[in-house]
């Protein structure tokens, strides 16, 4: 990224974000080191992949210095005393942090509006909800407020706002990039993953936090990757998946978009081969009744001694639901009936998913089933807003890496495409963006 005058586009970045940001809300706190950082890019005194690259970071990453909220009253004056291992990483190669990104508290929400700082517009369509839970990374990226974020996807975290504000993003395979410093909302099934307007920056950044890390148990001993120099548009011979399940769950008007992305790749030189996925639909539910029990044990230590407010003192009503369903569930008498009873389909989904990869390099479909809601439209039965994550969550259930990538509009609304692809797979998955965005 030779010859960026990282100053001069730090401060472009910042004068945008007090302009605009107040309508979109995208950012919780500003670096106020920014331009220092961006200072030691342009004196040399960092250098590296990132050099000059401006980037934002959901709330639930550890910096040093700036806040880690998660968007909860619980954790509001929680000042971050060290870096997380994907921070660690980005400041090495030169990444510039402009400030900390709105998302749903404590990562529960799939629509940018259970902040207690405040709901996130979508700059892509405004008035209408970002998606969630990484709600201010999409918008930031979408808004032009940075070069690229991380978020962290549970179920789609990532994939969802992506496919809402028309952005690109990608959840890597469990266990590629470290989780060190992550507030975790189910340890099992969290991934940090970037989220950007181009795939070339999007595989960069992806290349940059990848790879082991001796901290911790979970993640995996492969060798560094240079995704961005293995970008290849052509992917003539490639087999692409696409499931009848899709269709019965998806507004027509979406898999209208996405009909239209499936005849791009076959005239690229794609194979479309049709796959079968009988337990797409239990997936929901396998997916929630894993996060209910993760995420009680996991908000424990949110007890109100040692840092914050107790959380079920302070907390907004999804994240009480989830722990109080969690504290239910967790129940001797009932873990049998409902958790292990989730374990095992997970395995299911998993198994099937992994079936249908075997025949394919990549699965394609619809991001997500419906379109974003409107801001500020009760939605009471909270089934309503899990049904947004029906087609993200196997991905995770099943550890298998998945990106998104814009399809078109529906009615001035972005439509995202997901494309799911067999564990360390991530380059296929690049690629076959990368042959959309040049199309």
Known sequence: MGGINAVQRTSTYLEKVEEKDPEINSFIEINPKAIKEAKQVDEGKRKGRLAGLVVGVKS???????????????????????????????????GVIIGMTNMDEFAC?????????????NPAALGRIPGGSSSGSAAAVAAGFCDVALGSDTGGSIRNPSSHCGVVGLKPTYGLVPRYGLIDLAMSLDQIGPISR????????????????????????VSKKEYSKHLNSDISGYKI????????VTDPRIMKIIKKSLKVLESRGAEIKEIFLPNLEK????YYLCVFVEFFSATRKFDGRRYGYRIEEVCGKEVLRRILLGKYISQKEYSGKYYKRALQFRSLIKEELLKALEGVDVIVGPTVPKLPHKLGTEIEDPLVMYGYD?????ANLAGIPAGVIKSGEV?????????????????????????????
Request: with cysteine; proline share 5%.
């Open 60 to 94: 639930n990453i550890n910096v040093k210095g700036l806040r880690a909220t998660c968007a909860s009253k619980t954790l509001e004056n929680y000042i971050s005393p060290y870096d997380a291992t994907v921070i660690e990483r980005v400041k090495a190669e030169g």
């Open 109 to 121: 929400g799939s629509s940018g509006e259970t902040s207690y700082f405040g709901e996130t517009n």
């Open 411 to 439: 009615g001035g609304v972005p439509v995202g495409l997901q494309i799911q692809a067999k564990p360390l797979d991530e380059q296929k998955i690049l690629n076959v963006m990368f042959a959309l965005e040049n199309s």
């Open 283 to 286: 997936g929901l539910p396998t």
């Open 198 to 221: 181009d795939v070339y920056t999007l595989a960069l950044m992806l290349e940059v936090i990848a790879g082991y890390n001796p901290k911790e148990a979970t993640t995996l001993k």
């Open 390 to 394: 029906l087609l993200t969550v196997p």
């Open 241 to 248: 998946g696409v499931a009848k399940e899709f269709e019965k």
